[in-house]
Nanobody, 123 residues
Framework: QVQLVESGGGLVQAGGSLRLSCAAS????????MGWFRQAPGKEREFVAT????????YYVDSVKGRFTISRDNAKNTVYLQMNSLKPEDTAVYYC????????????????WGQGTQVTVSS
């Protein structure tokens, strides 16, 4: 079992920045690919970014490329999502997820999920 706890969400003006953190406990953190997803009201959960177990491979949804950066610190059992140049359309609940295997963009392929953290971007 892996427990995931997100933090760092909040209210920010358009153009601002936030850094989300996801702390993992349980089994060996570096055995898991990690992902960030988001879900806006009335919409399906959407892939945002993923990072490989080593941290060398990352993928992003096109809408956040150049603005968001996913990273991980395996010594601290934590994955991060640095979000810059935020836009109102980035408003959503952001979830981190862990997968016992390679990186993937499909939410159904992740094994463990956090409870989510709200990000609200005002215009």
């Amino acid at each position: 079992q892996v427990q995931l706890v997100e933090s760092g969400g909040g209210l920010v003006q358009a153009g601002g920045s936030l850094r989300l953190s996801c702390a993992a406990s349980g089994r060996t953190f570096n055995s898991y690919a990690m992902g960030w997803f988001r879900q806006a009201p009335g919409k399906e959960r959407e892939f945002v970014a993923t990072i490989s177990r080593s941290g060398r491979i990352t993928y992003y949804v096109d809408s956040v490329k150049g603005r968001f950066t996913i990273s991980r610190d395996n010594a601290k059992n934590t994955v991060y999502l640095q979000m810059n140049s935020l836009k109102p359309e980035d408003t959503a609940v952001y979830y981190c997820a862990a997968r016992d295997g390679a990186t993937t963009m499909g939410p159904n392929e992740y094994d463990y999920w956090g409870q989510g953290t709200q990000v609200t971007v005002s215009s």
